[in-house]
């Protein structure tokens, strides 16, 4: 099984990674690693007929099966992967995971070699002459791909392209008059609306489960620009790339990644919003490529001690905080500390909505932004330039405190101004109090505080002296910025 450790990057994501990991959903394994645990899949609870429960009737999910069974298919792939020689009855590990450096020094340092690997998945068929949809995680790697339909035929298919960033694939095979499923709309999904999701878990092909939707637009601590579609349905390694269907019989998302301790199924799964999907699709079927359009800032999560920070009169919107040297927002005349309240008129109620609606556009488009700044709101057109990753900042969540700041700050030396691209700010080098139980952490250097540049030590404690009960703090750390919301008290 292949599993992708997310790194935190949303605060509003902080819990969720607390308590689990989030792992995509293909299933790979090297063909001689022995003492591997056969897994047995939960049973599932049948579903048939509408049942009457205190005046309330189940969905009919046969039907939806029966109509769109065929146009899931079970993908398998073949690729290598490196291996030290001598290893091949030793435990297999990601490359990344360090029990590989200690297996590799016990064996003696042996030259690397190639051991095949193989991996499994799902997809599902868009179009009669034989284009498919999957995750781009399920055919990472791979040499040859594997389609097998419910009727035993097996094609080799071609790799149109694929997403990395979206998770989404496009594969082809030479067959005509295939069935294929039907296409819906993600934008009409609500929250406890019944979906059901076929696919191939653990191998077990065709295989169907159902649940609820327990939430839209979820963001993911990846930093990602999917806003995901998360439900209760139960999915497991194998799954992925497979269909999530609505009630109408309609495709509504690709199923992607589960959150798990353990490696499967613990309740929280996660697809990937058809809408996104197929616009993704037409791209890489056209060009083979995707193009995105970006705003080049950093951005992060308003709280409500940075709504009151910033005179904002409740949390929402994404707030500003580093802006890309030269980029198309710092040459529209964007701030940090700006809150970016609605762009083309959809109002951005979470930090995470954002790099994805700005993503979606096209190079060239202007992106009309209103931005909460000093107190008052105002309009700043940008161009939308060219994709390169939106930065997502995350700050662990602010405990409520007595007290000033507890800082003990120093200017910066003249070797850290050259270093540094900051006219001014102040070096943390001790923290206590409210500051400390903030996340403000000693090396951080404070750039503004409540959005006024910081030029000096007395002019910091000027600032926090004569503020309320609560500041937004703007901080540099390694190549990061983030505002720190403070309970002064």
Not at 393 to 412: I, M, N, Y
């Amino acid at each position: 099984m292949r599993t992708n450790a997310l790194k935190l990057s949303v605060a509003a994501a902080a819990v969720a990674a607390a308590v689990g990991g989030a792992y995509s959903l293909g299933y790979a394994h090297a063909p001689s690693s022995p003492g591997a645990a056969a897994v047995q899949p939960a049973a599932a609870q049948p579903v048939s007929g509408a049942v009457s429960t205190a005046g309330t009737a189940l969905p009919d999910m046969s039907a939806i099966v029966a109509r769109n069974g065929a146009a899931v298919v079970n993908i398998s792939i073949t690729g290598t992967r490196k291996t030290a020689a001598g290893m091949e009855g030793m435990p297999q590990f990601d490359e990344d995971n360090p029990l590989n450096e200690f297996f590799r020094r016990y064996r003696g340092g042996q030259p690397q070699g190639e051991a095949p690997v193989r991996g499994m998945g799902s997809g599902f068929i868009v179009s009669a002459d034989g284009t498919i949809l999957t995750n781009a995680h399920v055919v990472e790697g791979a040499s040859e791909v594997t389609v097998k339909l419910t009727d035993k035929r097996e094609f080799k298919a071609k790799v149109l392209g694929a997403d990395k960033t979206t998770d989404v694939a496009v594969l082809k095979i030479d067959a005509k008059d295939l069935p294929t499923v039907k296409i819906g709309s993600s934008a009409q999904t609500r929250v406890g609306d019944w979906v059901l999701a076929i696919g191939s878990p653990f191998g077990f092909e065709n295989s169907a489960s159902a649940g609820i939707v327990s939430a839209n637009s979820r963001n993911l601590p990846d930093g990602s620009y999917v806003p995901f579609i998360q439900t209760d349905v139960a999915v497991n390694p194998g799954n992925s790339g497979g269909p999530l269907f609505n009630m109408a019989g309609e495709v509504i998302g690709i199923n992607s990644q589960i959150y798990s301790r353990s490696g499967g199924y613990q309740g929280l799964s996660f697809a990937i919003p058809i809408d996104l999907a197929m616009r993704i699709e037409q791209q890489l079927v056209a060009t083979g490529k995707v193009q995105r359009g970006r705003l080049g800032i950093s951005i992060q999560e308003v709280n409500q001690t940075l709504a009151d920070a910033f005179g904002l009169k409740k949390p929402g919107g994404a707030l500003v905080g580093q802006i890309e040297k030269d980029g198309p927002a710092a040459k529209a005349g964007l701030e940090p500390g700006d809150v970016i309240l609605s762009i083309n008129g959809k109002d951005i109620t979470a930090s995470g909505e954002l790099p994805a609606i700005v993503s979606a556009m096209t190079p060239g488009e202007t992106a009309k932004l209103q931005v909460w700044r000093s107190g008052a709101a105002r309009q700043i057109d940008v161009p939308v330039g060219q994709f390169q990753d939106e930065k997502v900042a995350s700050a662990e969540a602010p405990q409520a405190a007595k007290g000033r700041l507890g800082v003990v700050v120093r200017p910066l030396t003249p070797e850290e101004q050259r270093r540094s691209d900051n006219a001014g700010g102040v070096v943390v080098q001790d923290v206590a109090g409210a500051a400390a139980k903030a996340g403000i952490k000693a090396g951080d250097v404070v750039l503004s505080v409540n959005g006024e540049r910081i030029t000096g030590t007395e002019q910091l404690r000027d600032l926090v002296n004569k503020a309320g009960k609560r500041i937004a703090v703007l901080v540099e750390r390694g190549n990061s910025r983030i505002f720190i919301p403070v309970e002064l008290g």
